[in-house]
């Protein structure tokens, strides 16, 4: 009787622990996928730079997307092994933090990665354009002339210069004064864009210490109406920006073509020169 009083109590412990273990399993270790940047091969004849803004990524592991991160970074996954890697690219569209969207003309990067538990894996994606993308105008300021149309109304044009660039020998600069005070300039001709809802982004690099206005003409039953799209606010380093026309071609489903221009005015109440820097321009759609 006494054994069992004291065979009882160790029986109840043993199962105590036991449950303990089946509640509480020992956790897994995690492998880390770490991405610091991406890198963008282009063919510079058809495509343009390869300067780009992409700040965040789209991952995925084994089709379970593990979410969207800002660059660099180093996440946690709990798959190990050979893994099959999906990595989209995601950029601020019209320059608004809030707006991130998957950049739709780069191949995806798809690569079988070995991820081991505890270890740091990098990745260094290299995306390339799809065949399908189109790239009806591009301007990289490498040319002894700019296919820019001035307006009637500006006074001052886009200068070349070498001083301040984003990529190649040339950038496009545009000084505002006193006396030089209106600027407006649109591309090399009518663009017809496609509709039925397909992505078509404006793209460039730039430079600025003065508010700038982007926008297109839109061209319908001879008339040519401008249609403000955004501002561009003042930034002292090369940024690119991403500008949303699929927007404007949806309402306007009747419009022959459109004309995509840039307007400046000197601000009166700032004593300085002022400036905008363009680089590698490039409208791209499918």
């Not at 190990?80 to 739709?104: C, H, K, W």
């Not at 894996?121 to 799809?130: A, E, G, M, N, R």
Request: proline share 5%.
């Amino acid at each position: 009787m006494h054994k069992f009083r004291m065979i009882l109590p160790l029986l109840l412990l043993g199962s105590l622990l036991f449950s303990c273990d089946l509640i509480n399993p020992p956790e897994k270790i995690p492998s880390y996928i770490n991405i610091d940047t991406i890198r963008i091969q282009v063919d510079d004849f058809d495509q343009g730079s390869a300067t780009h803004q992409i700040s965040n990524v789209f991952l995925t592991v084994e089709n379970s997307l593990l979410g969207i991160f800002e660059m660099p970074f180093t996440i946690p996954c709990l798959s190990t092994g050979m893994q099959d890697v999906f990595i989209r690219p995601g950029i601020r569209l019209n320059g608004i933090a809030g707006s991130r969207i998957e950049y739709p003309f780069f191949t995806p990067f798809r690569d079988s990665v070995d991820l081991v538990a505890g270890e740091v894996t990098v990745i260094s994606p290299v995306l390339t354009y799809k065949d399908e993308c189109k790239f009806p105008w591009i301007e990289d300021f490498e040319d002894a002339g700019v296919s820019f149309i001035y307006s009637q109304f500006a006074d001052t044009t886009i200068k070349n210069q070498t001083s301040i660039v984003s990529s190649g020998r040339y950038s496009g600069a545009i000084f505002l004064d006193s006396i030089n005070r209106y600027f407006e300039a649109t591309g090399p001709k009518d663009f017809v864009l496609p509709g039925n809802a397909a992505t078509v982004l404006f793209e460039f690099d730039y430079i600025t210490n003065l508010e700038f206005e982007l926008g297109v003409y839109v061209l319908e039953d001879g008339a040519a109406i401008w249609n403000s799209l955004l501002v561009v606010r003042q930034n002292s380093n090369w940024k690119r920006f991403y500008a949303d026309l699929h927007t404007t071609v949806a309402y306007n489903p009747n419009a022959e073509a459109y004309r995509i221009g840039f307007r400046a005015e000197y601000d009166s109440t700032r004593t300085e020169t002022q400036h905008i820097f363009l680089d590698n321009v490039k409208l791209i759609h499918f």
